[in-house]
């Protein structure tokens, strides 16, 4: 099971699909009551620019994508009795400790609401983006990185599949690095549509905010193996677990090297849960012959 992270939402990834469902109804009234406004009315109908800020968006998806998991429970032929390991994408990887039984959802929604809102402050102190590199390797992004970061935080922060990397840091930087990537032979740079430079030192006040909130909530050894985004292994001590989702804000999403974790351990079918199909795309670009399926779709 693979959980999506922030910029897969978007206004009506709730839909029709999640009607009648009573469970997907009590994730939405729980979450509701701990947030104090209706998530499930700005997933269906926005605005937009509600939706998208940092502090809505991370719970938004963490909950949409439970919501899923739910529909896809309530299947005849469900596959999730035989699920063997789960990971996500930054902010997903919440969605998959809650799947695999470490975090209560009630804990996950108050975490991932104080990550977000912490997120969004530090990104509003700084002038930072996130610049995803087509077409050049890990080694060379990072190479490119040291030549334009000058006197600003610049570095790669997450690397998805062969021929795209992410670097985030100050816009001046980041903007430099778009010139030398161009010069380098980059097939295009693209720049996200996020609030500022995560995954980088720049959010170190938001680890120190995510860290207190996780202290107070319990974590439990997942039943399934999680791959944590921060060094592409599962990990069963709860202690470890907090440091690394702490450690993961301000550290590189490792997402190829947990796919290709998943890939050696022997997985055969991958199932993408919640909004988008970004993470179907990236495993299809590090192993054509993986099946992958999707709910919503």
């Given amino acids: 099971m693979l959980f999506p992270g922030q910029g897969a939402q978007s206004v009506g990834m709730v839909g029709g699909w999640a009607d009648g469902n009573g469970k997907v109804r009590e994730l939405f009234d729980l979450a509701g009551s701990i947030l104090g406004y209706d998530l499930e009315a700005i997933c269906r109908f926005g605005p937009k620019e509600k939706l998208d800020t940092t502090a809505v968006s991370q719970p938004a998806l963490l909950v949409t994508s439970l919501a899923a998991l739910e529909v896809l429970a309530s299947r005849d032929e469900s596959p999730l009795g035989s ?8 902010l997903g990887e919440y969605t998959a400790l809650v799947f695999a039984g470490a975090i209560e959802p009630a804990d996950a929604i108050r975490v991932v609401a104080e990550r977000g809102r912490a997120m969004q402050e530090c ?32 570095s790669v922060a997450n690397v998805l599949c062969p021929g795209n990397v992410v670097v985030s840091g100050h816009r001046s930087a980041c903007e430099r690095l778009e010139t030398a ?7 295009k ?3 996200l549509d996020v609030a500022g430079a995560f995954h980088t030192p720049l959010m170190q006040d938001a680890v120190d905010r995510l860290s207190a909130v996780l202290a107070g909530i319990e974590i439990r050894p997942p039943r399934i193996p999680v791959v944590s985004n921060v ?30 974790h998943l890939l050696a351990a022997g997985i055969d079918h991958f199932w993408e849960i919640g909004p988008g199909r970004v993470l179907r795309g990236l495993l299809k670009r590090i192993n054509r012959a993986a099946a992958s399926s999707g709910i919503p779709d």
């Fill in 83 to 90: 699920v063997a390991a789960a990971a996500g994408l930054s």
């Fill in 189 to 191: 740079c693209v720049r």
């Fill in 123 to 154: 990104a509003e102190r700084t002038s930072g983006m996130m610049v995803a590199v087509l077409g050049l390797d890990r080694d060379v992004v990072a190479g490119l990185c040291d030549t334009a970061r000058g006197g600003d935080v610049l």
């Fill in 231 to 260: 060094d592409a292994m599962p990990h069963d001590d709860p202690d470890d677990i907090r440091r690394l989702l702490a450690r993961q804000v301000c550290g590189v999403v490792e997402w190829h090297r947990s796919m290709e």
């Fill in 181 to 187: 990537a161009a010069a380098a032979g980059a097939m």
